[in-house]
């Protein structure tokens, strides 16, 4: 019957009501995990998550090293089996996830299509960075497209490995540190 502040009132009372309704609270629980699960099976979904976490400071430049090591990998092992460039764009195309970089992925073929270098239209449509196109604009004047593009692919799977790497430890440093501030 203490005067007590409006916050601590509002606390008490909703712990109250989650300790009379467990029933109901585990229901609604379950519930949403249920339809989270439904919800994350639909390639729409999947494909909004994706595009949405490539927005994302530390998780989008990942995201795009992922982007790009998947689709020069594609690209590399597609020429060195002597699979036309034109093809070989379109099926790398194909292996992107993300929306903004399909998109690019066809202007690209569209661009050589139409009597581009390659390394233009990287460049044109900022699909990789200036070493990148540093690359593959060397391996077209040298006829090692398929080897640089390799080259490409381990220079972004090894970008993307160690920016993991980087995540992962400073999600373990926060958790130390709420630990260690539990403690004090």
């Not at 992922?66 to 036309?84: D, G, I, P």
């Amino acid at each position: 019957k203490a005067d007590i502040p409006l916050l601590s009132v509002w606390v008490l009372a909703t712990g109250m009501w989650l300790t009379k309704n467990k029933l109901l609270l585990s229901v609604v629980v379950a519930g949403a995990g249920i339809c989270s699960y439904l919800l994350l099976r639909q390639e729409k979904v999947q494909q909004s998550l994706w595009n949405w976490a490539a927005g994302l400071p530390v998780i989008g430049s990942w995201i795009m090293h992922t982007e790009m090591a998947r689709w020069s990998s594609m690209f590399s092992v597609l020429l060195q089996n002597h699979v036309s460039i034109l093809e070989a764009l379109a099926h790398a195309q194909n292996a992107l996830r993300g929306d903004v970089w399909r998109q690019k992925a066809a202007l690209i073929l569209s661009d050589v299509r139409g009597g581009k270098t390659l390394a233009e239209s990287l460049q044109l449509h900022q699909f990789i960075d200036a070493t990148g196109v540093n690359l593959v604009r060397l391996g077209e004047r040298s006829g090692a497209l398929s080897k640089t593009t390799a080259s490409l692919a381990n220079m972004h799977r090894l970008h993307s490995q160690q920016q993991m790497r980087q995540f992962l430890i400073l999600l373990c440093v926060c958790k130390h540190l709420c630990c260690i501030s539990k403690v004090f």
